[in-house]
């Protein structure tokens, strides 16, 4: 196992540590093999940004990101490898403005996870490449806010019986999801506040969808090519 943490984090990056209001953040973990467990905390600076990357080689690893409280630009990437398997990701944001969450499964029997709260101009990103993995993104009492599942898949790269789960809470809220080439995947997007809009586009066999929107001023589109595809919509 490998593991690096940059030095300039060292002070910042931890929750129980974070004595600084106006610092920068930056921490890494870098790990190859199985059974790992990689935590980045960042807290706690006014006007400062927080940086956070782990990337995991193997599988039955986790990872782990959480940014609360930062006032400058926060940015969190989770990236898993083509050879990692039944790994758990998640990353949380609170009270966070312009946040980008990003993670990456090119294996299979995966879970991610991005949940924002209290945030304003975030955006959040999940793309899987192999079988089996579930997606989810939930993003709470915050404004403009952008969730993305599967966007800008090659054919080649998305898997089969794959699951994509979308909630947004707030005003001016955009969600897609999109999954290519796929059998038996599942897309929900559910949305609630002012100025919403939805968007699935699924191509494949055995493929569903469901949007529901509840506030003023949404737009719902899904599009689906194959054979046994169901959607659903309802806005009230």
């Known amino acids: 196992m490998h593991r690096k943490l940059s030095t300039l984090a060292l002070g910042l990056t931890l929750a129980f540590g974070a004595t600084a209001a106006l610092a920068a ?3 890494s973990v870098d790990q190859s093999g199985w059974y790992n467990s990689g935590t980045v905390l960042q807290s706690n600076t006014l006007f400062g940004t927080a940086n956070a990357s782990i990337t995991q080689q193997g599988d039955y690893n986790s990872g ?19 050879n990692a398997d039944y790994n758990s990701s998640t990353i949380e944001q609170k009270v966070v403005s312009n946040s980008n969450a990003s993670i990456t499964h090119q294996g299979s029997y995966n879970d ?7 945030v304003s101009g975030s955006s959040a990103s999940i793309r899987q490449n192999g079988d089996y993995n579930s997606a989810g993104i939930d993003q709470a009492a915050g404004t403009n806010q952008v969730a993305r599942i599967n966007e800008w898949q090659a054919d080649w790269e998305n898997g089969d019986y794959n699951e994509a789960f979308i909630t947004q809470r707030g005003n001016n809220l955009f969600a897609r999801v999109e999954q ?3 059998s038996y995947n599942s897309a929900i997007v559910d949305q609630a506040g002012f100025n919403l809009s939805a968007d699935v586009h699924q191509r494949g066999n055995y493929n569903s969808a469901r949007v529901t929107q509840a506030g003023f ?5 899904v599009n689906q090519a194959g054979s046994f595809n169901s959607a659903y919509i309802r806005q009230n």
Not at 112 to 118: D, E, K, M, R
């Open 180 to 182: 290519y080439n796929g």
């Open 217 to 221: 001023n949404y737009n719902a589109n």
């Open 112 to 118: 991610s996870w991005v949940n924002q709260t209290g």
């Open 25 to 27: 953040g930056n921490a």
């Open 64 to 82: 782990y990101v959480e940014q609360n409280g930062i006032g400058g630009t926060v940015s969190a990437t989770i990236f898993e490898g083509s």
